[in-house]
């Protein structure tokens, strides 16, 4: 059974604070649901409140590095990237600075609906020259990726995960280092952030049938430059990337590119494709775009030679009402 951990980020963070006294933390109106509430209590001289004005934070936050400050910015995806994008782009990415962009509740884990989906965040950060993308995958990777990140030069945007988290690696996290779970020959599945557990459930029970299934979790999509991975990748004859954010511009377009120079295995990308997706709760979202355990399963059995008929499982043809999101401004 895997065990989960309780607001690892939050205590990361305090401890963060008390090693680096050029340690800062802006938040807007999200102190707490981004768990930066215990570094703001412990350390009121190097908190910020700046209030929901995210394109003047980011100004703020600018500001403070070029002073000497490694400032840390906690949002929401949305509020992290895509609201304050010009800013991060013209005064954080353009002079290098080095901000750390904290994105939480990304893609289709949002309690918060349509507005509060963060399916391009990843894309965003990664066409920025200077930026670091990184997403995490489990509590080890909240609880160390502050310390992985200090001493990087230029800004980082960290695709995070928060409240009760898996925890799946004994390991810190290291950037532009995969994790390897599972050997393979023949299939690899490569899976980012949020996806991981299932994954890791879903591959697991398949191994029996199909040992040569392999399974990775990409923590760094820039720089994606893991020699490891890419000794994986050129040995197996099919990849399946695996991601909660629109494949045009994450996980399946970052091996894409690689693969254009890199010829080797088929890629199947399993993600949000080109469309604006819908409410609803995470399962049913899941399900809905494909993401599900069965949709996994499906496309690994495809790749090792079995066809069979997507519409048995697609949850877009079946007989079922979303189950919409209930309480949301309590469930942010």
């Given at each position: ?7 690892p980020f ?11 006294e ?45 002073e000497?400050?490694k ?27 080095p901000?750390r962009?904290?994105?939480?509740l990304p893609?289709?884990?949002t309690?918060?609906g349509?507005?509060?989906?963060a ?13 670091t ?15 992985a ?11 995070s995960l928060?409240?009760?988290v ?7 996290i ?11 020959k023949?299939?690899?599945v ?30 760094t ?9 890419f000794?994986r990748i ?31 295995p ?14 609803g ?6 399900n ?8 996994l ?17 697609s949850?877009?043809n ?6 919409l999101?209930e ?6």
């Amino acid at each position: 059974m895997v065990s989960v951990k309780v607001k690892p980020f939050f205590t990361a963070l305090e401890q963060h604070g008390q090693l680096h006294e050029d340690v800062m933390v802006v938040t807007n109106d999200l102190t707490s649901s981004c768990e930066a509430d215990g570094f703001a209590n412990k350390f009121p001289d190097r908190y910020i409140s700046a209030g929901m004005a995210e394109q003047s934070l980011v100004l703020t936050v600018a500001g403070l590095a070029r002073e000497g400050f490694k400032p840390i910015y906690p949002s929401f995806a949305v509020f992290t990237t895509r609201r304050p994008y010009e800013q991060i782009a013209l005064t954080i990415a353009y002079p290098n600075l080095p901000v750390r962009l904290f994105g939480f509740l990304p893609g289709l884990t949002t309690p918060g609906g349509v507005s509060h989906q963060a399916i391009d965040d990843l894309g965003l950060m990664r066409a920025l020259p200077n930026m670091t993308v990184i997403e995490t995958a489990d509590s080890t990777d909240m609880e160390s990726i502050l310390e992985a990140t200090y001493k990087l030069q230029g800004p980082v945007y960290v695709r995070s995960l928060r409240g009760n988290v898996p925890t799946h690696f004994k390991e810190p996290i290291t950037i532009g280092r995969c994790r390897n779970i599972f050997d393979g020959k023949e299939v690899l599945v490569l899976v980012s952030g949020s996806l991981t557990s299932m994954a890791i459930e879903t591959i697991e029970a398949l191994r029996h049938s199909y040992p040569e299934l392999g399974l990775i979790c990409v923590n760094t999509l820039k720089p994606f430059n893991d020699a490891f991975l890419f000794t994986r990748i050129a040995a197996v004859s099919t990849v399946i990337t695996l991601e909660n954010h629109l494949v045009a511009t994450g996980l399946a377009s970052t091996v894409a590119m690689y693969l254009a120079t890199n010829p080797g295995p088929r890629l199947i990308p399993m993600g949000i494709s080109d469309t604006f997706t819908h409410g609803g709760s995470t399962d049913y979202l899941f399900n809905y775009y494909n993401l599900g355990s069965k949709h996994l399963t499906f496309e690994i059995k495809k790749a090792f030679g079995e066809l069979g008929d997507i519409s048995k499982i697609s949850s877009k043809n079946m007989n079922s009402k979303p189950t919409l999101t209930e309480n949301v401004a309590e469930g942010l």
